[in-house]
C-alpha cells in the first residue's frame, strides 16, 4: 500500500518555465512533507519542506503548496532551469515519538529542463 | 563540515552471502536512517537508530539488521542474500536537536548487486 505517490514517472518542460511536480498522500496522520532533489549517484538533497499548519512555504525559486483537504501537495520551480533536471521525491512523516525521523517517500518524478 | 559518509560505495555479493554496509553521519548527528532504493519500489525505510536504540522499523524481514555505534556511526547488516536485495543502500543522519525539524542529510549510498 503506496501511502506517497507521485502518479508521473516523468516531466519535461523549457528552460525559463514553471515546472510542477504532484504528491498525493494516503495516511491523514502525516503532518510534515518534504521535497528532495537526486542525481545520478548521489544521494537526495533536502529542498523544501511544509508543515500541516501551512499551506505555502517558499524559498528561492521553489515553492511547496499543500491542500490538506485533498491530502496533495505540489512543488513549482520558477524559472526552470536545465541544473534543475534531477529526480524529484516527495516524502512525508508525522511528528512526534521520534516517529518523525522515518520518512515515506514516493516514487520519485524525472524532471527534464530543456534548454 | 564533512557530510555523511558511506563506504563501500559498490559491492558485488553472490546469493547466500551476507554483507555489512557502513554509514558516518554529519559530526554532531546522533539520528541514522537507512534506505533501501530500487526502481521499482522507491526510497524504503529500513530502520532508524538514536543513540545505539534503534527507535523506528520498516516492514523489511529479519535478514535485514543494523546497529549504531557509541560515536553515532552506524552498520547495516544483510544475511542471505537474494538477488531482490540489489539495491542501492542510502544512509541519512539528522541533528535530532529537538526543533522538529527533520530534514535528513543522505550520504551517496552503497550500490549492491548481488549475483
Known amino acids: 500500500d503506496q501511502q506517497v505517490k507521485q502518479n508521473s514517472p516523468s516531466l519535461s518542460v523549457q528552460e525559463g518555465r514553471i515546472s510542477i511536480l504532484n504528491c498525493d498522500y494516503t495516511?491523514?496522520?502525516?503532518?510534515?512533507f518534504l521535497w528532495y532533489k537526486k542525481y545520478p549517484a548521489e544521494g537526495p538533497t533536502f529542498l523544501i519542506s511544509i508543515s500541516s499548519i501551512k499551506d505555502k512555504n517558499e524559498d528561492g525559486r521553489f515553492t511547496v503548496f499543500l491542500n490538506k483537504s485533498a491530502k496533495h501537495l505540489s512543488l513549482h520551480i520558477v524559472p526552470s532551469q536545465p541544473g534543475d533536471s534531477a529526480v524529484y521525491f516527495c516524502a512525508a512523516s508525522r511528528f512526534g515519538g521520534g516517529s518523525n525521523y522515518k520518512l515515506t517517500f514516493g516514487k520519485g518524478t524525472l524532471l527534464t529542463v530543456n534548454p | 563540515k564533512a557530510g555523511v559518509t558511506q563506504t563501500p560505495r559498490y559491492l558485488i555479493k553472490t546469493r547466500g552471502q551476507q554483507v555489512t554496509l557502513s554509514c558516518s553521519p554529519i559530526?554532531?548527528?546522533?539520528?541514522v536512517s537507512w534506505y533501501q532504493q530500487t526502481p521499482g519500489q522507491g526510497l524504503q525505510f529500513l530502520f532508524e537508530y538514536f543513540s545505539e536504540t534503534q527507535r523506528n522499523k520498516g516492514n523489511f524481514p529479519g535478514r535485514f539488521s543494523g546497529r549504531q555505534f557509541s560515536n553515532s556511526r552506524s552498520e547495516m547488516n544483510v544475511s542471505t542474500l537474494e538477488l531482490g536485495d540489489s539495491a542501492l543502500y542510502l544512509c541519512a543522519s539528522t541533528s535530532s536537536a529537538g526543533t522538529g525539524i527533520n530534514e535528513q542529510f543522505f550520504g551517496p549510498g552503497t550500490r549492491l548487486t548481488v549475483l
Open positions: 559530526s554532531g548527528h546522533r539520528s
Open positions: 495516511n491523514s496522520m502525516f503532518d510534515y
